[in-house]
């Protein structure tokens, strides 16, 4: 292709530019595409909700680390849910919270702490969850009405709190 002052060859013939991605040429003239345009805005669509969904997976592995630390965390605050509920029992103290009783807190304490950090984090993960699905949804929503610039923005408010979400958590 070769461009000759704003004009561009093609196929042995001089075109003006293709105004945009949704155009297609008719032999003559560049013709506005409708469904090319509404794939277009969905597919953009997509990829922001793609950017949310990464930005959240990567809150939620800062929020609560690995799968299997995430997974003793949880075992642990069933354990201390569980010993909460039977009354604190002396003699029958779980080993998750046993391991945290350790410098000079009782196995009440330790079972209270263990609970109080499971519902913040229940919390957190919540509110990330709330975060990116009401983002998602309403970026198709703007996608699908052509509004693909309201789609953008949504998605760009969605990333900063996002990083709000775990920068007020880190700080």
């Not at 597919?43 to 609560?64: H, I, P, T």
């Not at 957190?124 to 052509?146: E, V």
């Amino acid at each position: 292709m070769i461009v000759i002052q704003e004009l561009h060859q093609c196929d042995g013939e001089l075109r003006l530019p293709q105004p945009s991605a949704a155009h297609e040429w008719d032999g003559q003239n560049w013709v506005f595409n409708a469904d090319r345009q509404i794939a277009l805005d969905l597919q953009e669509a997509e990829r922001l909700c793609a950017k949310v969904d990464a930005a959240a997976d990567n809150a939620r592995n800062a929020l609560a680390g690995d799968p299997l630390k995430a997974m003793e965390y949880a075992q642990a605050a069933a354990d201390a849910q569980a010993f909460s509920d039977a009354g604190y029992p002396k003699k029958e103290v779980p080993l998750s919270v046993a391991a945290w009783a350790a410098k000079g807190r009782t196995a009440k304490q330790a079972a209270e702490q263990i609970l109080s950090k499971a519902e913040q984090l229940t919390d957190h993960l919540l509110t990330l969850r709330t975060l990116r699905l009401k983002a998602k949804a309403q970026i198709r929503a703007h996608a699908s009405k052509g509004r693909i610039d309201l789609a953008r923005n949504v998605a760009d408010e969605a990333l900063i709190a996002i990083r709000e979400l775990v920068s007020g958590l880190s700080s």
